[in-house]
């Protein structure tokens, strides 16, 4: 199952919630005003529309995620590809090493992750 999309400010917020799961929603508002620059009805209205699409839990005033950081990694990394390289991991990484110079190291361990997917 795929996981709900998450927009750039509400993913933001993830990072916070993440970060400091589980929390009470009052300090979840305290901590969107200080880092994002949010109001307390703009923070509610994300609770809100996260909750509804099954990323975050609500509950007695205590929010917590119901997707990982990982998962909202992937999901967002697999959308940038289909929509900016037609879903062709080889393009995307074209691209990527063209724009940054991949140091040894990381040219190491792409070749053992390209390696181990040969193995199987």
Known sequence: MASPKIF???YRFCLLLWENEPVNS???VSLCKEQLGWSKATTYTVIRR????GVV???NAIVT???SKEEAQKARLEEMMEET???SMPAFLAA???SK???KSEVEQLQAMIDSYQEE
Do not use: V
């Open 8 to 10: 750039e400010s509400e």
């Open 26 to 28: 009052t300090k979840l």
């Open 50 to 53: 996260l909750a509804e699409r």
């Open 57 to 59: 839990q609500n509950e």
């Open 65 to 67: 995620s119901l997707i």
């Open 85 to 87: 390289f037609e879903g």
């Open 96 to 98: 990527f090493s063209k």
């Open 101 to 103: 110079k991949l140091t």
